[in-house]
């Protein structure tokens, strides 16, 4: 870990001698996810972050991790096999004291992809009990197929998701071309449109495709037509609320669990 630890510090300290800031700064777009939390937001991180550690499948993982634990620990646990348990472990526990204080701490910062480190070790750990344990194949297949299946976990209207870390947003870019396409038969303006991230931006940046059209933020005031899915986390349940009342619904699609919609003034 050294050569890494050296280098991010290098540039951290490059970085803040050009930029005079580090990780963000207060006019970040980012800067809210940054703020510390008071103690009733400490707890309700923690539970945060235990939901992330049962996500997409990883309740699965657990439970037959610790049945192997419960059942086969003490074949496991010999003195041979604990020089090859015990450092893989040591690293998970370390993993943890280094992740997990921050996700705890702030405001928002406990996305999936901040415990990749962490969720691959416990993936080898996992693994390495399990070879040691009776049946290992067939408990493998649990948990690979459990963790498969949490591909097709897809929360309800109005709970976020971290969509960049399920397979189930392969969905959406063939639904979002069909429902631009609906767009431009109708010859709607892209400007009249509001949206959210990651809705707003070109074409060109989002698909290479050349098209500098963009659609805006979504403001009910201004907007004379609304692109909404299930994949955007900035449409709270408020928003939906008021769509539902105030919104005509013009355009739908659905394909396995994700959504479009396009609503027009009324």
């Known amino acids: 870990f050294i050569p890494g630890f050296a280098f991010a510090a290098w540039f951290l300290w490059w970085h803040w001698q050009n930029t005079g800031w580090i990780g963000f700064h207060a006019g970040s777009a980012w800067a809210p996810a940054f703020a510390a939390v008071d103690t009733a937001g400490f707890f309700r991180n923690t539970a945060i972050v235990g939901w ?14 610790l049945l192997v634990i419960i059942k086969f620990s003490k074949k496991i646990l010999t003195e041979e096999n ?16 280094f992740l997990l204080p921050a996700p705890l701490r702030y405001h928002n910062l406990s996305a999936h992809r901040y415990f990749l ?84 931006n070109t074409g060109e940046n989002l698909l290479l495709n050349g098209d500098m059209r963009c659609f805006t933020e979504l403001n009910f005031e201004r907007n004379r037509f609304v692109f909404a899915s299930n994949v955007y986390n900035d449409l709270s349940a408020a928003d939906y609320a008021t769509l539902a009342a105030d919104w005509a619904l013009c355009y739908r699609s659905q394909h396995a669990g994700v959504w479009i919609e396009i609503y027009a003034q009324k």
Not at 82 to 95: D, E, M, N
Not at 142 to 169: E, K
């Open 52 to 65: 992330r550690w049962l996500d997409f499948g990883r309740i699965f993982e657990w439970l037959i991790f």
């Open 117 to 200: 480190p962490a969720f691959l070790v416990f993936h080898i750990v996992v693994f390495q009990w399990i070879t040691k344990a009776r049946r290992p194949t067939l408990l493998l297949f649990g948990v690979v197929l459990g963790l498969a299946t949490g591909n097709l976990w897809i929360y309800p209207r109005g709970i976020s998701m971290d969509w960049d870390s399920t397979l189930a947003q392969q969905a959406y870019p063939g639904q979002r071309a069909a429902a631009v396409a609906y767009l431009d038969r109708h010859q709607v303006d892209f400007q009249t449109v509001g949206s959210a991230f990651p809705n707003l």
């Open 82 to 97: 604990k020089k090859a348990i015990i450092p893989l472990i040591a690293l998970f526990v370390l993993l943890l004291l």
